[in-house]
């Protein structure tokens, strides 16, 4: 194996553009004036904000150095667990990029919008074949938005039937966005524990469930990347309450074409396409939570849908139990056609051997690393892997020093002390987009930091030496936060 990790080079400091431009200097050169300036130009003289004066030159370096000082998945191996950060294929972003999808105004009206509606259209039944489900919504902006949407589909539901129920079921294992929609929905939650081998017992629900509990949320695979095999019997006894089941399907990408969620009990649940379905994340950029359910919550979809009516696709507003609108459009369309073209470029074989692949690598760094980093559920996973610091105790190495260690051998640092039930914990997720060589310079890394926690813990403590901003002082970053310049 070729020795080619780490990092090392140049890289370069940049000021602000203010402290860096001249009076005078300019990005383009016009012809010298032949006429006598007018008094509208004169009027405005001085008056203009204050922008810095800089050449082309300036401000392409600017930008391209600060570009220098970023990681993302296009330099390096990004294994955030319960994030994929996978590499999304070009290809896909140069659909999104066609004048005609670009330049679409959501204004127009539906006879000039055939080809984009068509689009949204097809997408939905896509998620609804890959999942398993009955109908879609692509409006939510993101899991957490589609949370809510699902939260308020429940909602209705339960009303429409003139209960009114006030709590929801979340185990202990759930991405915080989980309670926080129940309850920004007005449910109460009501957490479960998860059971020695980390998944939830269909007896832990069976002792909470009641006749005031609107459903349960619960991720499958889950966050400790482990799938849920009771949910068939968890699913029947939240419904023999009246209760639904609301699946958080940001793990989606460990089994596509492999579960067909619909099927395993699941009544309404998300997607993140910024996860599963090739749009770069990370930066912050749009994302997009479709919102996959089954036959009864249909009517409560958030409006506009999109209706085929013959060869003809159009938006109706007509769904007297709709929740209403949840985008002041229809969704993220840029997304929407990232996730489409993936799809169709994939194909159903493609797909599903994506999250074989996911599964496999995620096994190859359990197997390969659980001599060196305690495996508290050592069992197979799914498309990631949770370890802790138990071994480096004795050591005083931390998962935060481990995970600051690996930026100085080119890695993006896994998802740490989350989740919650394992003290410590790094979530691995290394996705199907990595080469074996890529995985095994990531475990050789991870194993020589190990053998450094017992010989050099200093060197851990400082870590990153390298990277252009070594370790912050993060109480201070938290507390005294300098956010000018
Ligand atoms: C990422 C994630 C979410 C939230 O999704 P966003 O798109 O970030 O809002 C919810 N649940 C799980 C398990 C996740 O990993």
Redesign the pocket.
Known sequence: MKEFQGTSGLIFNEPLLWEKGKKGRRGFSMPRRDVVPSPVDEGLAGDGPDFPDLSEVDVVRHYTRLSQWNFGVDSGMYPLG??TMKYTPKVNEREAALPGFAGAHPLLPPELSQGALELMYRLERYLAEITGMDAVTIQPA????G?LTGMLLIHAYHKSRGSHRSKIIVPDTA?G??PASASLCGFNSVPVQSNEKGIISAEAVAAIMDEDTAGIMI?NPN?LGLFEENIREIAEIVHSKGGLVYG?G??MNAVMGIVQMGKIGFDVMHL?L??TFSTPHGGGGP?S?PVCVKNILEPFLPVPRIIKEGDEYRLSGEFPESIGKLQAFYGNFGVMIKACSYIISMGYEGLKRASQLAVLNANYIKENLKDSLYLPYNRPCMHECVFSDKFQEGEKITTLDIAKRLMDYGFHPPTIYFPLVVHGAMMIEPTETESKEDIDRFIKALKSIVAEAGKDSDLLKRAPTLPKVRRLDETAAARKPRLAG
């Open positions: 319960s994030c993101a899991g957490a938005h949370e991405h966005t989980n991720t966050t958080d940001a793990n993140n910024h996860k994302g939570g």
